[in-house]
Nanobody
């Protein structure tokens, strides 16, 4: 049974930093992409960042230059370091793992979500 367990998140002031981590278990994920989506109140879930299985990374324009995604394949863990946070980054952040991460997100495995709140 696949499980994604997220940790991190919380409340921070604008301009501050937070880190998220997500540990995956239940199968081998080395050929899968791992990354993050987020959903703000009243909005659709949106892509944040992904670490492809070849190690390359891709970010949403809204977080580029502020967020850094990294991955430890040996630990099946993906991280998201968030710097220079803005109130508009407030959302529930979801870890996701999948073979077709962006083209078929409904096929991804999903974490339970962790709240990130940025106060102004």
């Amino acid at each position: 049974q696949v499980q994604l367990v997220e940790s991190g998140g919380g409340l921070v002031q604008a301009g501050g930093s937070l880190g998220l981590s997500c540990a995956a278990s239940g199968r081998t994920f080395s050929s899968y992409a791992m990354g993050w989506f987020r959903q703000a109140p009243g909005k659709e879930r949106e892509f944040v960042a992904v670490n492809w299985n070849d190690g390359s990374r891709y970010y949403a324009d809204s977080v580029k230059g502020r967020f850094t995604i990294s991955r430890d394949k040996a630990k099946n863990t993906v991280y998201l370091q968030m710097n220079s946070l803005k109130p508009e980054d407030t959302a529930v952040y979801y870890c996701a793992v999948g073979a077709r991460f962006l083209v078929a997100p409904n096929k991804n495995y999903w974490g339970q979500g962790t709240q990130v709140t940025v106060s102004s």
